[in-house]
């Protein structure tokens, strides 16, 4: 089993920066990927970003150029700095990780999640 806990959410003006971090715990290992997603009201799971263990990287569209996803496997951490922020980037975002070192960006591709956290971009 892997545990996630999230944090670095809350509220931000447009245009503003935030930066998410995720720590995990348990039976991890530095090949598997880590990856965020977000839920906004009334609308599914989505892919945000991911990072392999080797580092490579992978963003939706909505997000690159503003969005930079990175790791520290010695200490089992993935953050998302989020920049430019947008309204529509206001959602739940969740740490999620994938038992595998390949970079996939549908949410049942992934085997562990964290419990969210929320974040809101005021107009």
């Known amino acids: 089993q892997v545990q996630l806990v999230e944090s670095g959410g809350g509220l931000e003006q447009a245009g503003g920066s935030l930066r998410l971090s995720c720590a995990a715990s348990?039976?991890?290992?530095?090949?598997?990927?880590m990856g965020w997603f977000r839920q906004a009201p009334g609308q599914e799971r989505e892919f945000v970003a991911a990072?392999?263990?080797?580092?490579?990287?992978s963003y939706a569209d909505s997000v690159k150029g503003r969005f930079t996803i990175s790791r520290d496997n010695a200490r089992n951490t993935v953050i998302l700095q989020m920049n430019s922020l947008k309204p529509e980037d206001t959602a739940v975002y969740y740490c999620?990780?994938?038992?595998?070192?390949?970079?996939?960006?549908?949410?049942?591709?992934?085997?562990?999640w964290g419990q969210g956290t929320q974040v809101t971009v005021s107009s």
């Open positions: 999620a990780v994938r038992g595998s070192p390949i970079i996939r960006d549908r949410v049942r591709e992934y085997d562990y």
């Open positions: 990072v392999s263990g080797s580092g490579r990287t």
């Open positions: 348990g039976r991890t290992a530095s090949t598997y990927v």
